[in-house]
T-cell receptor, first 112, second 112 residues
Framework: EDQVTQSPEALRLQEGESSSLNCSYT??????LFWYRQDPGKGPEFLFT???AGEEKEKERLKATLTKKESFLHITAPKPEDSATYLC?????????????FGQGTILTVHP | DAGVTQSPTHLIKTRGQQVTLRCSPK?????VSWYQQALGQGPQFIFQ???????QRGNFPDRFSGHQFPNYSSELNVNALLLGDSALYLC???????????FGPGTRLTVT
């Protein structure tokens, strides 16, 4: 069974203090790994898709990387508006229908 | 370009009742997936609809059923509501052949 574990559960940063969020996964052949951002009471907002080990994607202050067992979401010089829950999900190869298996998320709080 | 829309925003039901939630996919998308998100947890896959048929299902009982219409919109029905069904219900749409799923704002269901 596919599994995703995110750490830490919660992370508090000062504005400008860079850090990383971790996503460890077990899947029977990875088709894709996805990062989403979710604000309280809202639906997840798509950020990145990573398909193979060594791949990197960037968007503003966020950079996602992928290895064979985990993914990292690096946040450089965060701002208070980056505060949100960050969700990681995997999609297994052979699952052409697209079920996503999510981790429990990391709650990021950035203080001014 | 309209994103994924869901209705209603909030719903309060009593144990034993039935509920119907609605979703309109993003323009150009033909596949709809439904997820349940309990407070403080990541979304859990319920099922996916394509070409008006359920083609993949997660570990949810038969009380959860759905439908997809010719215009690709979808409904999620839950019968015999339990207190544990209280959650944020998320609809995600995608285009066949692509991996990315885009989520709607969700419907907050409270069962009393």
């Amino acid at each position: 069974e596919d599994q995703v574990t995110q750490s830490p559960e919660a992370l508090r940063l000062q504005e400008g203090e860079s850090s990383s969020l971790n996503c460890s996964y077990t899947v029977s052949g990875l088709r894709g790994l996805f990062w989403y951002r979710q604000d309280p009471g809202k639906g997840p907002e798509f950020l990145f898709t990573l398909y193979s080990a060594g791949e990197e994607k960037e968007k503003e202050r966020l950079k996602a990387t992928l290895t064979k067992k985990e993914s990292f979401l690096h946040i450089t010089a965060p701002k208070p508006e980056d505060s949100a829950t960050y969700l990681c999900a995997v999609q297994a190869r052979g699952t052409s229908y697209g079920k996503l298996t999510f981790g429990q998320g990391t709650i990021l709080t950035v203080h001014p | 370009d309209a994103g994924v829309t869901q209705s209603p925003t909030h719903l309060i039901k009593t144990r034993g009742q039935q509920v119907t939630l609605r979703c309109s996919p993003k323009s150009g998308h033909d596949t709809v997936s439904w997820y349940q998100q309990a407070l403080g947890q990541g979304p859990q896959f319920i099922f996916q609809y394509y070409e008006e048929e359920e083609r993949q299902r997660g570990n949810f009982p038969d009380r959860f059923s759905g439908h997809q219409f010719p215009n690709y919109s979808s409904e999620l029905n839950v019968n015999a509501l339990l207190l544990g069904d209280s959650a944020l219900y998320l609809c995600a749409s995608s285009q066949t052949g692509t991996s990315e799923q885009y989520f709607g704002p969700g419907t907050r269901l409270t069962v009393t």
